[in-house]
């Protein structure tokens, strides 16, 4: 069985079910250690940073992204 708090959690409308969501998520930033990187991912993400903090135009909305992906 679900924790009380959680069932009372799920009956809120899905905007702020989703709203939560979002916090929670956010929150696990404060420990990376949750999501452990090798070195290889690492230097990637540091890689595709730098080239969007040098072109920033070359990034593709999210309504975008989620719109070719529907089409596919």
């Not at 809120?12 to 250690?33: I, K, N």
């Not at 903090?53 to 989620?66: H, I, M, Q, R």
């Amino acid at each position: 069985m679900a924790h009380p708090v959680l069932e009372d959690l799920l009956k809120l409308p899905p905007a702020e079910r989703a709203e939560l969501a979002m916090a929670l998520w956010d929150s696990l930033g404060d420990s990376p250690e949750l999501f452990p990187l090798t070195d290889a991912q690492r230097t990637e993400l540091d890689q595709r940073m730098a080239e969007h903090g040098a072109d920033p135009s070359t990034a593709v909305p999210w309504e975008d992204v989620l719109r070719q992906l529907r089409q596919e």
